[in-house]
């Protein structure tokens, strides 16, 4: 009794320090929590965000279901693709899986039956079965993990392509980062949350397969070895334990989508850092983004600290739901047979019995974890929704602003000083502007020059450009010169009127800071060619090397060691000579018109003469943005915009005045 009585103070000793670790941990998180959403709402004005189309609920309805089912049909194309072979090599290593299962129970059996009846000859005899299959049932499970591993690269391979086929389709990725504000961070999107989507899918996949096959399997054995009863009530509390798991879970499904929402921004504003880096530091608000970043960060802290507190909560209940309950359910299942005087068990011998009941309850030990197993899935799949919500948002705002559709914040209705509403002409609707392809003229009928969001630069604009006019385009910042040369672009949708204009390949934009891609010297004259493209285009080495000439970098070849020369082109070239790659890659590609924003700032006047020369003797028409008098003399018209929604466009005469220094 003494002895007993030690051990029974050693277990209250033990659960009041549980008990009082529990309090604890309790309380550190709730303080940890309150601190973070109070800094939290002290700097809650740093981050600007994009705003959501709506906050729709996630959880597992026909909804979730509908989007699961879309996606899938993207990464299994048909039943012969080979995403779907890999499901069933998945499906057929299970398969082994659980019979291999199943004989290791039947030969564990035999093995403790040998050794209990000293029967050497059987145990060495099952023994060496062991030793055998050991190398078989190794393959088996590695054979699943490599077709798991493979199946969720490929259904990554599948969606990254489509959802990029999309992306990459006319201007939509300009305009999903531009003109549209439902994504925030579309590369977030379409990198993390597609891999995890992925995975979860593949895992799931195995998770819910495995259990239900095991259910299944052991379910027919026991049935035939302590009948139908036992199974029967386990499936019941499989049922109601489902149910009542999946209840509980369905805010899991929201804090997955926040958590990647977070993450993303967090992402976003480390970049934006990375991208500003020089500007930040000539400012020395390096202690400004410190509070910015570290903003977003305890933003995201804050989040997942509320998801792992939800996890635990949900991990205590899973734990004794999916795992010990059903134990003790099946406990109370594997011993009905054994204590009922009228089944056949009763009659038999206590060696009899006692292999029965390792087998029987081996099996039915087998059985409720696989049921806990597909219990546990419920989590999983409650966070392949929140997944499964973004991926779709995606793919639906893609396929949106590929038909010409987007949504964004407009500007409210303008009113004038006295607060009075000022009436439009024509209504403010993106893409009621009709566009007409023709060869060697641009000409505006009419057309409003409003940005995305509804701001009316010029209310009605029109003039015609043909070619051999080029045109000096002037004006305070503001005023609309580069909204009308997006407008001119089909970066930004028309409100209104008639644009004619040549075909996309035939208008060329070169702006101040030219993009240098990456790749060799060659790709960087004839981008976006490709040089398969180049030479199919009749284009030759010598002739890219006559362009470098023109622009007065020849010694660029020579000193980086040919056009083959790979190099980090944006710090190895300096301004000038990346402004002077942007014409040879103009001159390379000789469109019909071309629009130059400030792209010879950097460059010298006399250098830039002989470029301007080079594009009248070629027949490039060119309009121009510049505040250099000296491009004046290039030019016979101009179009001059005031900055409070008038503009001229005129002949350059002797009584023009010149704008600029």
Same mark, same amino acid.
């Given at each position: 009794?003494?002895?007993?009585?030690?051990?029974?103070?050693?277990?209250?000793?033990?659960?009041?320090?549980?008990?009082?670790?529990?309090?604890?941990?309790?309380?550190?998180?709730?303080?940890?929590?309150?601190?973070?959403?109070?800094?939290?709402?002290?700097?809650?004005?740093?981050?600007?965000?994009?705003?959501?189309?709506?906050?729709?609920?996630?959880?597992?309805?026909?909804?979730?279901?509908?989007?699961?089912?879309?996606?899938?049909?993207?990464?299994?194309?048909?039943?012969?693709?080979?995403?779907?072979?890999?499901?069933?090599?998945?499906?057929?290593?299970?398969?082994?899986?659980?019979?291999?299962?199943?004989?290791?129970?039947?030969?564990?059996?035999?093995?403790?039956?040998?050794?209990?009846?000293?029967?050497?000859?059987?145990?060495?005899?099952?023994?060496?079965?062991?030793?055998?299959?050991?190398?078989?049932?190794?393959?088996?499970?590695?054979?699943?993990?490599?077709?798991?591993?493979?199946?969720?690269?490929?259904?990554?391979?599948?969606?990254?392509?489509?959802?990029?086929?999309?992306?990459?389709?006319?201007?939509?990725?300009?305009?999903?980062?531009?003109?549209?504000?439902?994504?925030?961070?579309?590369?977030?999107?379409?990198?993390?949350?597609?891999?995890?989507?992925?995975?979860?899918?593949?895992?799931?996949?195995?998770?819910?397969?495995?259990?239900?096959?095991?259910?299944?399997?052991?379910?027919?054995?026991?049935?035939?070895?302590?009948?139908?009863?036992?199974?029967?009530?386990?499936?019941?509390?499989?049922?109601? /334990? +489902?149910?009542? *798991?999946?209840? @509980?879970?369905?805010?899991? !499904?929201? &804090?997955?989508? %926040?958590?990647?929402?977070?993450?993303?921004?967090?992402?976003?504003?480390?970049?934006?850092?990375?991208?500003?880096?020089?500007?930040?530091?000539?400012?020395?608000?390096?202690?400004?983004?410190?509070?910015?970043?570290?903003?977003?960060?305890?933003?995201?802290?804050?989040?997942?600290?509320?998801?792992?507190?939800?996890?635990?909560?949900?991990?205590?209940?899973?734990?004794?739901?999916?795992?010990?309950?059903?134990?003790?359910?099946?406990?109370?299942?594997?011993?009905?047979?054994?204590?009922?005087?009228?089944?056949?068990?009763?009659?038999?011998?206590?060696?009899?019995?006692?292999?029965?009941?390792?087998? /029987? +309850?081996?099996? *039915?030990?087998? @059985?409720?974890?696989?049921? !806990?197993? &597909?219990?546990? %899935?419920?989590?999983?799949?409650?966070?392949?929704?929140?997944?499964?919500?973004?991926?779709?948002?995606?793919?639906?705002?893609?396929?949106?602003?590929?038909?010409?559709?987007?949504?964004?914040?407009?500007?409210?209705?303008?009113?004038?000083?006295?607060?009075?509403?000022?009436?439009?002409?024509?209504?403010?609707?993106?893409?009621?502007?009709?566009?007409?392809?023709?060869?060697?003229?641009?000409?505006?009928?009419?057309?409003?020059?409003?940005?995305?969001?509804?701001?009316?630069?010029?209310?009605?604009?029109?003039?015609?450009?043909?070619?051999?006019?080029?045109?000096?385009?002037?004006?305070?910042?503001?005023? +609309?010169?580069?909204?009308?040369?997006?407008?001119?672009?089909?970066?930004?949708?028309?409100?209104?009127?008639?644009?004619?204009?040549?075909?996309?390949?035939?208008?060329?934009?070169?702006?101040?800071?030219?993009?240098?891609?990456?790749?060799?010297?060659?790709?960087?004259?004839?981008?976006?060619?490709?040089?398969?493209?180049?030479?199919?285009?009749?284009?030759?080495?010598?002739?890219?090397?006559?362009?470098?000439?023109?622009?007065?970098?020849?010694?660029?070849?020579?000193?980086?060691?040919?056009?083959?020369?790979?190099?980090?082109?944006?710090?190895?070239?300096?301004?000038?000579?990346?402004?002077?790659?942007?014409?040879?890659?103009?001159?390379?590609?000789?469109?019909?018109?071309?629009?130059?924003?400030?792209?010879?700032?950097?460059?010298?006047?006399?250098?830039?003469?002989?470029?301007?020369?080079?594009?009248?003797?070629?027949?490039?028409?060119?309009?121009?943005?510049?505040?250099?008098?000296?491009?004046?003399?290039?030019?016979?018209?101009?179009?001059?915009?005031?900055?409070?929604?008038?503009?001229?466009?005129?002949?350059?005469?002797?009584?023009?005045?010149?704008?600029?220094?």
């Amino acid at each position: 009794m003494g002895s007993l009585s030690k051990l029974l103070k050693k277990q209250d000793a033990l659960l009041v320090i549980g008990a009082a670790a529990s309090v604890c941990s309790w309380i550190l998180l709730s303080r940890s929590s309150k601190k973070s959403r109070q800094k939290m709402k002290e700097m809650q004005y740093v981050i600007n965000q994009k705003q959501s189309g709506g906050s729709e609920k996630i959880r597992l309805d026909g909804r979730f279901f509908a989007q699961l089912k879309h996606l899938l049909g993207v990464v299994i194309p048909s039943p012969f693709s080979c995403e779907f072979g890999f499901l069933v090599l998945v499906a057929a290593t299970l398969v082994s899986r659980s019979m291999c299962d199943i004989w290791i129970i039947q030969n564990s059996t035999a093995i403790e039956s040998a050794i209990i009846g000293a029967n050497y000859e059987l145990f060495r005899k099952n023994l060496g079965r062991f030793l055998t299959a050991m190398p078989i049932m190794s393959v088996v499970n590695n054979l699943l993990k490599y077709g798991l591993d493979e199946l969720k690269l490929r259904f990554r391979t599948r969606l990254t392509n489509y959802l990029y086929e999309q992306y990459f389709k006319g201007f939509t990725y300009y305009k999903i980062n531009n003109l549209d504000n439902r994504i925030a961070n579309p590369d977030q999107l379409l990198t993390a949350d597609v891999d995890k989507f992925c995975s979860s899918v593949a895992d799931l996949y195995s998770n819910i397969s495995k259990p239900l096959l095991d259910i299944v399997i052991y379910v027919q054995r026991l049935t035939a070895a302590i009948g139908a009863q036992g199974p029967g009530l386990m499936i019941l509390y499989l049922i109601m /334990s +489902g149910m009542f *798991l999946t209840y @509980l879970r369905r805010p899991a !499904g929201k &804090l997955t989508a %926040a958590e990647q929402k977070l993450e993303g921004e967090f992402r976003y504003v480390n970049s934006r850092v990375i991208t500003n880096s020089e500007e930040i530091a000539f400012y020395q608000g390096n202690i400004k983004e410190k509070l910015t970043t570290l903003s977003a960060f305890d933003k995201l802290v804050d989040h997942l600290r509320k998801f792992l507190q939800f996890r635990f909560s949900m991990g205590f209940i899973d734990n004794v739901v999916a795992k010990y309950v059903a134990l003790v359910v099946g406990f109370i299942t594997v011993s009905i047979p054994f204590f009922s005087p009228t089944h056949p068990l009763a009659k038999q011998p206590t060696s009899k019995r006692l292999e029965d009941y390792y087998k /029987s +309850g081996r099996m *039915l030990v087998k @059985l409720a974890e696989a049921i !806990g197993r &597909l219990v546990l %899935a419920g989590r999983e799949m409650t966070r392949l929704a929140g997944y499964t919500a973004r991926v779709t948002e995606l793919s639906k705002v893609l396929k949106e602003l590929n038909a010409g559709k987007y949504q964004r914040t407009m500007v409210s209705d303008a009113t004038d000083v006295a607060g009075n509403k000022i009436s439009r002409k024509i209504p403010l609707i993106p893409g009621s502007g009709k566009m007409i392809t023709q060869d060697r003229i641009i000409k505006f009928e009419h057309v409003p020059l409003v940005t995305p969001n509804g701001d009316v630069l010029i209310e009605d604009m029109s003039f015609e450009v043909h070619s051999g006019m080029n045109v000096l385009v002037c004006g305070p910042n503001g005023c +609309g010169k580069s909204s009308l040369f997006r407008i001119l672009g089909e970066l930004w949708p028309i409100f209104g009127g008639t644009l004619t204009k040549p075909e996309k390949g035939k208008l060329f934009y070169i702006p101040q800071r030219p993009y240098m891609t990456l790749g060799t010297l060659r790709d960087q004259i004839i981008y976006p060619h490709t040089e398969s493209l180049m030479r199919h285009c009749g284009k030759k080495d010598a002739d890219l090397i006559h362009f470098l000439n023109c622009v007065e970098l020849g010694y660029i070849a020579e000193r980086e060691g040919g056009l083959d020369a790979v190099a980090d082109w944006m710090d190895v070239l300096s301004g000038g000579e990346k402004q002077r790659i942007a014409m040879a890659r103009l001159f390379y590609h000789c469109p019909q018109f071309a629009i130059l924003d400030e792209c010879t700032s950097a460059v010298s006047v006399d250098v830039e003469g002989k470029l301007y020369a080079y594009c009248r003797d070629v027949g490039i028409t060119l309009f121009t943005v510049s505040h250099r008098k000296s491009l004046w003399v290039h030019h016979e018209f101009c179009l001059h915009m005031d900055g409070r929604g008038s503009y001229e466009f005129k002949k350059i005469d002797g009584d023009t005045i010149e704008f600029g220094s």
